[in-house]
């Protein structure tokens, strides 16, 4: 069985399927997919609602986690398990995991700061000293 991490994720998973892939409130601003992935520790199903920016090849996640001081636990879930389902719109796909680094980190998340601005908050609001960005790419 796959899980939603939280009650309020459920709801934006729910509202996303309903409305093929479209949410209100506060990420009616954002696109979004949906993250099935597998528990690092536990194997177990998982599913997040993530923000996203297309990319070659793929799609660019956040690991912003609202600013805390740590990374998501989605994120050590990738590293260990990088083979993921996506779903985007009313599409579902296979895709696999991988962290970005160097130019290519610093170019995605600039893009990502200047379309979605409270993530430059998240950045200034973290004691990390980076918040990571992982490419998902279609499989």
Same mark, same amino acid.
């Given at each position: 069985?796959?899980?939603?991490?939280?009650?309020?994720?459920?709801?934006?998973?729910?509202?996303?399927?309903?409305?093929?892939?479209?949410?209100?409130?506060?990420?009616?601003?954002?696109?979004? &997919?949906?993250?099935?992935?597998?528990?690092?520790?536990?194997?177990?199903?998982?599913?997040?609602? &993530?923000?996203?920016?297309?990319?070659?090849?793929?799609?660019?996640?956040?690991?912003?986690?609202?600013?805390?001081?740590?990374?998501?636990?989605?994120?050590?879930?990738?590293?260990?398990?990088?083979?993921?389902?996506?779903?985007?719109?009313?599409?579902?796909?296979?895709?696999?995991?991988?962290?970005?680094?160097?130019?290519?980190?610093?170019?995605?998340?600039?893009?990502?700061?200047?379309?979605?601005?409270?993530?430059?908050?998240?950045? +200034?609001?973290?004691? +990390?000293?980076?918040?990571?960005?992982?490419?998902?790419?279609?499989?």
């Amino acid at each position: 069985m796959t899980t939603a991490t939280s009650p309020h994720d459920q709801g934006v998973i729910d509202e996303f399927r309903a409305n093929d892939g479209q949410v209100g409130g506060y990420f009616a601003h954002l696109t979004l &997919l949906l993250l099935h992935h597998k528990g690092a520790k536990s194997g177990q199903a998982r599913i997040n609602p &993530l923000a996203c920016l297309p990319v070659e090849g793929g799609w660019a996640v956040f690991a912003s986690k609202g600013g805390a001081d740590e990374n998501p636990a989605w994120y050590y879930n990738l590293l260990a398990n990088p083979n993921v389902t996506v779903e985007f719109g009313t599409e579902t796909f296979k895709a696999k995991a991988r962290e970005a680094h160097g130019d290519e980190y610093e170019r995605i998340w600039t893009q990502h700061k200047a379309n979605a601005p409270q993530f430059a908050d998240y950045e +200034r609001d973290t004691k +990390r000293d980076h918040i990571p960005v992982m490419i998902l790419e279609r499989v």
